[in-house]
T-cell receptor, first 110, second 114 residues
Framework: DADVTQTPRNRITKTGKRIMLECSQTKGHDRMYWYRQDPGLGLRLIYYSFDVKDINKGEISDGYSVSRQAQAKFSLSLESAIPNQTALYFC?????????FGPGTRLTVL | AQKVTQAQTEISVVEKEDVTLDCVYE???????LFWYKQPPSGELVFLIRRNSFDEQNEISGRYSWNFQKSTSSFNFTITASQVVDSAVYFCALSLSNDYKLSFGAGTTVTVRA
């Protein structure tokens, strides 16, 4: 099984809809992150969590929220999706030695 | 604040040519970590290397090599004898200390033609 899994892998939704992207990891890492990738901009940090009770905003948190349901699970929500949130979203985990990324979720907001 | 610049947007080479990807970073911290990731057309991010700011030794891994120079704030990546499978987007990234909140460059798209 993959170390970091993301569901769904692809999603098309409409403006104004609420959507949740889920991330699970089997590495037992405390640290988890959500990034988004836009063409020509690289990846940017949305939110991060260093343990179950710790949630922190990243560089571009507006329009997003997260939930750390357990050590292994970190979900990203778009409360009311808008077209400029169309992007590739990556979840990542770290044990303090490196960063492992999930396979990504391609989200399209129409 | 930290910043990573990958000035080369796209590079196209013929198979077996060497290709060097530039990465310049900015930070006022003395402790930091530098990374390179590969993103093949399938979209996943593949970890290539992590280097901390106290280790300026260059590194070689097969056809890949990295040149870290603190004096010029650069961490360049060279692919020797490129192959078609090296075609991908390559990202350089920086984190301060070991929090691993990565700041990414914009990426360089490498196309290797047969």
């Amino acid at each position: 099984d993959a170390d970091v899994t993301q569901t769904p892998r692809n999603r098309i939704t409409k403006t104004g809809k609420r959507i949740m992207l889920e991330c699970s990891q089997t590495k037992g890492h405390d640290r988890m992150y959500w990034y988004r990738q836009d063409p020509g901009l690289g990846l940017r940090l949305i939110y991060y969590s260093f343990d179950v009770k710790d949630i922190n905003k990243g560089e571009i948190s507006d329009g997003y929220s997260v939930s750390r349901q357990a050590q292994a699970k970190f979900s990203l929500s778009l409360e009311s999706a808008i077209p400029n949130q169309t992007a590739l979203y990556f979840c990542a985990t770290s044990d303090g030695q490196g960063v492992i990324f999930g396979p990504g979720t391609r989200l399209t907001v129409l | 604040a930290q910043k990573v610049t990958q000035a080369q947007t796209e590079i196209s080479v013929v198979e077996k040519e060497d290709v060097t990807l530039d990465c310049v970073y900015e930070t006022r911290d003395t402790t930091y970590y530098l990374f390179w990731y590969k993103q093949p057309p399938s979209g996943e991010l593949v970890f290539l290397i992590r280097r901390n700011s106290f280790d300026e030794q260059n590194e070689i891994s097969g056809r890949y090599s990295w040149n870290f120079q603190k004096s010029t704030s650069s961490f360049n990546f060279t692919i020797t004898a490129s192959q078609v499978v090296d075609s991908a987007v390559y990202f350089c990234a920086l984190s301060l200390s070991n929090d691993y909140k990565l700041s990414f460059g914009a990426g360089t798209t490498v196309t290797v033609r047969a």
